[in-house]
């Protein structure tokens, strides 16, 4: 097995070949790359496959033995400093790679379809497979030399990816809100890296956990610790920042703005985890500081409500999700806190899967509703404009409920076990986390099924039919010179056939390039139905490697197996698993907590005209029941929170930047009218001097003796006057 470790080193440069090759080809001879288009798609795929086929492989004999294998290169610059290069496989990276390269497959696999009508296809494919190759080298580091590198190779294809279709002032904006948001972050990580480095004088891990621990034990120094703590701290600024937690997390929301895919893989499962990664990969040097875990569970439900409660109102479906998966990421953050490693990454697997099946879900809806409202993502996203597609996309509504059930906590999917693990856990640690934390657990369900009511059940709301199924006087101006719908009559315009073959810059709408005009959405292609139908049966079943118990000489927690010896601060014993009672006790109490969610979302959001054609009978309660002005503003304000981001992006935009913009224009200010003012005026001050001179200088001896016979008069004159 020790020959297979040698050759680790390929796994973070197979999928390199594909953005490199792709580059030349473009530049070299364009016409035949984009002609072989669907070759490098298929090339991306098989690459990753291979990653996942050696990852995999690697971490099989792990299960049994928690092997750790490092290889390095020395290179060095002098006697004083050297560099080493190399990997590093234990538990942590096969669980992350494994975890990039099948996602990564699937979401390779679906934007050969979805991204089939754009015209950056092959800038698209080049992009992922040179973010899956950063993403690889980042969990394969063996210092934190390597880790910083990688993660700002990761950082610049988010830029690239999230502004992918950068002719759009919003795609734009938002890609630079992602970049400038992490260079905060990303610096704080670069300070806590040469902090540590300026202590403990070596970045490789094993060197710096043993020296750190070492410095904190058995130095009583103050000023030290506090040094060091400061540095530690620095170190989870960065990891707020990529994994979008409080107060870091306003670039997520926004990054949507980038195609579905990206959102799939990037921002639910690979990018986003990566400040998790960082944590857990450092968690000997967190844990031994116990005020910076303390923070790091703050910050870690902060973020679960936060990110609950900007979920609530949300109309955009991608957005939604994206606020989710912020909220998610925060009981992973704090499930950290609290110590509990082992959940902390359970969750970060089942969650990763549960959402890149909803967002992929998300995007074949928004697939279909192209065909009716055309490239719009204020539309083709609306929630308000959707509803009434589970008779159209129905393989794609049971994958959604599917994701929607996990992500609820529903037995027996995945989220399920790991996150009733982070709760229980979170009863130990503290009665107040605990019950902000269930309490989240009922929003999530009441958000989630929140996006499933509006976007499935009900009437298609994009034709603008009323409670009682009757059309009325309302139309939809499609985009691009498509003709209006009108309702009045039961006369329908069809496309306009100019529309179907219309090419906006770099994105090709072949969506209307068919004989068939659609006025109800369609199902999307195998191509997309296959990832979704995979990530499902993962949804189902990946729950299984960490269930929490062992009845019988039944072994079923692979995980703790996998990641022996985990640390726990709160089961010191961990080996010893709870029974059955013990475990259905602690989950009742949760799953009931979600299934309340749920019903609350039915209540309110399961359209009556689904039962009930008509409203007179709903009216006439309505008159009777008592006014409710109080609890009416008490859901208006919990609207315009949720709405509106919790005001957190207006603060930044009053106090941040404008606050910049105002200092920016005060330099300049001081630029232009001191500081080149000043050096103005001396050049204009000598002109006046020469010019002066220059009558003075008219090269005649005779005025060259009169000036200096005056002038020695002169002189001679103010010392006979100064000596009386």
């Given amino acids: 097995m020790e020959h297979t470790y040698q050759y680790a080193w390929i796994i973070p440069f197979l999928p390199l070949p594909i953005p490199m090759l792709l580059g030349v080809g473009l530049l070299l001879f364009p016409t035949a790359t984009k002609n072989l288009r669907r070759m490098w798609s298929f090339t991306s795929v098989l690459l990753l496959s291979i990653v996942m086929t050696f990852s995999v492989n690697l971490s099989i004999p792990q299960i049994n033995s928690s092997s750790i294998y490092q290889y390095v290169w ?13 990997y590093l496989i234990d538990p942590l990276t096969s669980i992350m790679s494994i975890l990039i390269t099948t996602v990564g497959i699937m979401v390779l696999i679906y934007s050969d379809n979805y991204m089939s009508h754009d015209q950056g296809y092959l800038r698209f494919f080049a992009y992922m497979s040179f973010f899956n190759a950063s993403m690889l080298g980042l969990v394969t580091s063996s210092n934190l030399i390597q880790i910083y590198i990688f993660w700002e190779l990761v950082g610049m294809c988010s830029y ?33 890296i040469l902090g540590l480095y300026w202590i403990t004088g070596s970045f490789e891990f094993r060197d710096l956990f043993e020296i750190f621990n070492n410095l904190i034990y058995n130095n009583n120094n103050g000023t030290n610790f506090l040094f060091v703590s400061l540095c530690v701290l620095f170190l989870f600024v960065g990891a707020v920042a990529k994994s979008a937690q409080f107060p870091l997390h306003v670039w997520l929301p926004d990054a949507m703005e980038g195609p579905t895919p990206i959102s799939a893989l990037i921002h639910a499962a690979t990018m986003v985890a990566a400040g998790i990664f960082l944590l857990a990969r450092l968690f000997p040097l967190f844990i031994v500081i116990p005020y910076i875990m303390s923070l790091i569970s703050l910050i870690g439900i902060i973020t679960i409500l936060l990110g609950a409660t900007l ?50 879900g998300s995007g074949s809806i928004i697939h279909s509703m192209e065909a009716i409202v055309g490239y719009s993502p204020d539309k083709s996203q609306n929630m308000v404009l959707m509803g009434g597609l589970t008779k159209h996309v129905p393989i794609t509504k049971n994958t959604f409920l599917l994701g929607t059930l996990s992500l609820c ?54 034709h603008c039919k009323n409670y009682s199924g009757k059309k009325v006087a309302c139309s939809i101006q499609y985009l ?23 090419t906006r810059p770099l994105i090709t709408i072949n969506q209307f390039d068919n004989k068939n005009t659609f006025l109800y959405p369609q199902e999307s292609d195998n191509t997309m139905l296959f990832p979704l139908f995979v990530l ?20 079923f ?83 315009n929170w949720s709405y509106n981001r919790g005001y957190i992006d207006a603060f930044y935009e009053t106090s941040l930047t404008k606050g910049i913009r105002r200092l920016a224009e005060l330099t300049h200010f001081f630029d232009e009218r001191v500081i080149e003012g000043i050096t103005n005026g001396v050049g204009v001050m000598s002109f006046f001097v020469g010019e002066s001179i220059k009558y003075v200088g008219g090269g005649r001896i005779s005025s060259y003796l009169f000036l200096y016979l005056s002038s020695v008069s002169i002189l001679l004159l103010i010392s006979y006057f100064l000596n009386q």
């Fill in 74 to 86: 020395s290179w060095t610059i002098n006697n004083d400093f050297s560099l080493e290069f190399g």
């Fill in 480 to 502: 691009y010179g498509v003709k209006k719908a009108s309702f009045f009559s039961k006369k329908v315009y069809r496309l306009d056939a100019n529309v179907r073959k219309m």
């Fill in 536 to 555: 499902a049966l993962f949804t189902l079943f990946v729950g299984a490697i960490g269930i929490p118990f062992n009845q019988e000489r039944v072994y």
């Fill in 311 to 360: 979920a609530l109102a949300q109309k955009d479906i991608k957005r939604s999700l994206a606020y989710s998966t912020m909220s998610q990421l925060g009981y992973t953050m704090l499930a950290l806190g609290m110590g509990s490693y082992r959940a902390a990454l359970f969750h970060l697997i089942t969650h990763a899967y549960s959402k890149a099946l909803l967002f992929l």
């Fill in 557 to 639: 927690d692979i995980l703790s197996k996998w990641l022996n010896p985990a640390t726990n601060l709160l089961h010191k014993n961990f080996n010893n698993h709870g029974d059955w009672y013990e475990f259905f006790r602690n989950a009742i109490f949760s799953v009931s907590i979600s299934y309340f969610g749920i019903f609350l979302a039915s209540l309110l959001y399961n359209p009556v005209y689904s039962s009930l054609k008509d409203l007179d009978l709903i009216n006439s309660l309505a008159k009777k029941v008592p006014k409710r002005t109080f609890w009416d503003k008490i859901i208006n304000k919990v609207y």
């Fill in 160 to 192: 690239l990816l999230i502004g992918f279709w950068f002719t759009r002032p919003i795609a734009a904006n938002a890609c630079q809100k992602a970049f400038v948001t992490n260079r905060v972050g990303d610096f704080g990580l670069l300070l806590g």
């Fill in 409 to 462: 906590g529903i037995p027996p999917l995945a989220c399920f076990w790991s996150k009733d693990e982070i709760l229980n856990d979170s009863w130990l640690y503290s009665p107040i986390f605990a019950i902000i934390a269930c309490l989240t657990a009922g929003l999530t369900a009441f958000y989630m099924f929140r996006i499933y009511l509006l976007t499935f059940e009900g009437y298609l709301n994009v």
